[in-house]
């Protein structure tokens, strides 16, 4: 069964840091692109980074690049969203995704608010 964990979500002030986990499980985790998502009240899913599965090089959305940087451990089977100079505009739940040739898996989400 594949799971993945997320964590490391909170209340943090404007300008703060946080880093998020993904914990995955039941899954060949080092084969395959992780990718970040987030989704704020009232708004669309929206994606904000990939860590590839070679070399763990990232990608993100224009608005995160600078602040937030992807990365990930293949043998702890985790990835992981360091967040820094956050905005009140980065509150949302954010979501691990992984996908193989079939499917996407999906974790539970960690919310994450910003404001002072």
């Known amino acids: 069964q594949v799971q993945l964990v997320e964590s490391g979500g909170g209340l943090v002030q404007p300008g703060g840091s946080l880093r998020l986990s993904c914990s995955v499980s039941?899954?060949?985790?080092?084969?395959?692109?992780m990718n970040w998502f987030r989704q704020a009240p009232g708004k669309e899913r929206e994606w904000v980074a990939l860590?590839?599965?070679?070399?763990?090089?990232?990608r993100y959305r224009d608005s995160v690049k600078g602040r937030f940087t992807g990365s990930r451990d293949d043998a702890k089977n985790t990835a992981y969203l360091q967040m820094d100079s956050l905005k009140p505009e980065d509150t949302a739940t954010y979501y691990c995704?992984?996908?193989?040739?079939?499917?996407?898996?999906w974790g539970q989400g960690t919310q994450v608010i910003v404001s002072s």
């Open positions: 995704t992984i996908r193989d040739h079939t499917r996407s898996y």
């Open positions: 039941g899954f060949p985790f080092s084969d395959f692109a």
């Open positions: 860590v590839s599965e070679v070399g763990g090089r990232s």
